[in-house]
């Protein structure tokens, strides 16, 4: 069987909610996700596209339907499916004396696959300083997180997940403290990842910077997908907006 | 067992388990200040005042009746704090509070009943009349909590800098935090007749909040904490035994002293900057 037209994530009829929330936050969705494709999750504020992240990291109850990523039901095993499941999440705030260096946090990423009771190898070292090399990191590896700059501090988080070589990548407002520069280079490292066959959903607002590639629109609007389709990079923030306002 | 260097058998007893207590405790004083958690401290020093005012009110021993409630809190601080969907801190000042209440409340039906409650021991320790199996049980822990912070290091560094992407890293991220929880409980438990309930807070804190001034990294701050600890401690212990001074809150001033000294001659509060 050819593995690329394997759905590496597949959400079936999910219904998902906040604890404690009494209505569900995504409603009813289904999406099939195959290796290496490049997709960008838009939509207004509050449509449920953190929460669709959420979801298929298995970070929240499901009440209905069903989430595989890699062959894992990410309900019944969440933790062996997020070792193979990298996410930069949308909020952070670092203390200015976190007492934990850069490279630290970057390897942080690995200690899942590193596994209980073991310690980091020689391999894992270099995993970790190539994903600091490629971020830029590498003058600042020494420092303490908390001293960073917010685009700084989201670049060690992306670093963070490149270093744990993830079969999934899922990034949540990856741009929004980045500068136009960075973020050309963070999309064509993106790039780079979803040609080598994992796929990256990006939840953004920011289309500026996307990747010379077909991408697949995912528009949410009320906990629900609106618009699933693929589409070349100019056509994006058109086609997200249009399909916001039309919903 | 320090018997070959200090004859003197008090001295040797009081030295024997500050250093222990205050290794144990120093190490998780890291951990404590690092989440932000220090009101376990108050609260399991409560837990341990209300289990022995029960224990005197249905005729049992004063310190075991402390040492056992107190566990029994620490099993439940764990699935406690994760079933309330609150900070921990705010399920530790519920927990405080109802401990509090129910010492309270058996040493009023104590006075009532013309039976008497002497706290005085749990409140303020008393390092000189240990037992010998009080200190292997204090040597014991303090091991079991070395164990564990080798065996698990990078899951623990990993919660303590952020649950929630410890959790996406792929850590079984509910097991490393009750037994975090669990261990600190015990130590408080086993640290309360030497100290005291009241002072104890200073050991769960002060060590780490003194290393903190001039530590980067964790990895320095649980080497720089124990040994700041055990050095105050069997200074406190030495001197107190030596001039007949309160051993528990002497070595409470001195550690308050030093974490003065330490913040006035921090470099975190140093700026500096170079033009070139």
């Given amino acids: 069987m050819n593995r690329e037209n394997e759905d590496i994530i597949q959400l079936q009829d999910v219904w998902t909610t906040y604890e404690g929330a009494d209505l569900p936050v995504i409603k009813d969705v289904s999406l099939r996700i195959k290796p290496g494709e490049f997709v960008i999750i838009g939509g207004p504020n509050g449509a449920g596209k953190t929460t669709l992240l959420e979801t298929i990291a298995g970070l929240l109850p499901i009440v209905s339907g069903s989430v595989q990523v890699c062959g894992h039901d990410v309900v019944r095993e969440g933790c062996a499916a997020r070792k193979k499941i990298g996410y930069v999440i949308q909020s952070f705030d670092f203390h200015p004396f976190?007492?934990?260096?850069?490279?630290?946090?970057?390897?942080?990423?690995?200690?899942?696959?590193?596994?209980?009771?073991?310690?980091?190898?020689?391999?894992?070292?270099?995993?970790?300083?190539?994903?600091?090399?490629?971020?830029?990191?590498?003058?600042?590896?020494?420092?303490?997180?908390?001293?960073?700059?917010?685009?700084?501090?989201?670049?060690?988080?992306?670093?963070?997940?490149?270093?744990?070589?993830?079969?999934?990548?899922?990034?949540?407002?990856?741009?929004?403290?980045?500068?136009?520069?960075?973020?050309?280079?963070?999309?064509?490292?993106?790039?780079?990842?979803?040609?080598?066959?994992?796929?990256?959903?990006i939840v953004s607002h920011a289309f500026d910077a996307l990747p010379d590639r077909d991408i697949r629109v995912v528009v949410m609007q009320n906990g629900k997908i609106t618009l699933n389709k693929l589409s070349p990079p100019s056509e994006v923030g058109n086609l997200v907006r249009s399909a916001s306002v039309a919903a | 067992m320090l018997e070959f260097l200090i004859p003197n058998n008090v001295l040797c007893h009081a030295v024997e388990a500050m250093a222990f207590a205050s290794l144990g405790c120093a190490l998780l004083s890291v951990l404590i200040t690092q989440m932000n958690i220090a009101s376990i401290g108050f609260t399991m020093s409560h837990a341990a005042f209300a289990g022995g005012a029960v224990g005197s009110f249905f005729g049992y021993a004063l310190i075991p009746s402390a040492v056992f409630v107190s566990i029994l809190t620490a099993f439940l601080m764990g699935p406690l704090s994760d079933r309330t969907r609150m900070h921990t801190d705010t399920t530790l000042g519920v927990l405080f509070g109802t401990m509090m209440a129910v010492a309270i409340f058996f040493i009023a039906l104590m006075q009532g009943t013309g039976k008497g409650f002497d706290a005085s021991s749990l409140l303020y320790g008393n390092v000189i009349s240990l037992y010998r199996e009080e200190i292997y049980a204090l040597a014991l822990i303090t091991l079991v909590i070395i164990l564990f912070l080798i065996a698990c290091y990078k899951e623990i560094t990993a919660i303590v800098f952020h649950k929630r992407l410890a959790e996406i890293a792929g850590i079984k991220v509910k097991p490393v935090y009750y037994g975090i929880l669990f261990l600190i409980s015990i130590m408080v438990a086993l640290s309360i007749p030497i100290v005291g309930g009241l002072l104890l807070y200073v050991w769960l804190v002060t060590p780490a909040a003194i290393a903190y001034q001039f530590c980067g990294t964790i990895r320095s701050m649980f080497i720089v904490a124990p040994v700041v600890a055990i050095i105050v401690s069997v200074i406190g212990a030495v001197w107190g035994i030596l001039y007949s001074l309160p051993v528990g809150p002497l070595t409470a001033v001195l550690f308050s002293g030093l974490f003065i000294g330490a913040v006035a001659i921090s470099p975190k509060r140093k700026v500096t900057f170079h033009k070139h």
């Fill in chain 1, 98 to 201: 976190t007492p934990f260096t850069v490279e630290e946090v970057v390897l942080m990423g690995r200690f899942g696959k590193i596994g209980w009771l073991k310690r980091h190898t020689r391999h894992d070292m270099e995993k970790v300083s190539a994903a600091i090399s490629k971020l830029g990191l590498t003058l600042m590896q020494k420092n303490q997180i908390g001293k960073l700059s917010g685009g700084q501090q989201q670049k060690v988080l992306i670093a963070q997940n490149i270093a744990k070589e993830p079969e999934v990548l899922l990034l949540d407002e990856p741009f929004s403290n980045l500068d136009i520069i960075t973020r050309e280079e963070v999309s064509r490292l993106l790039c780079q990842i979803a040609d080598a066959g994992i796929p990256v959903l």
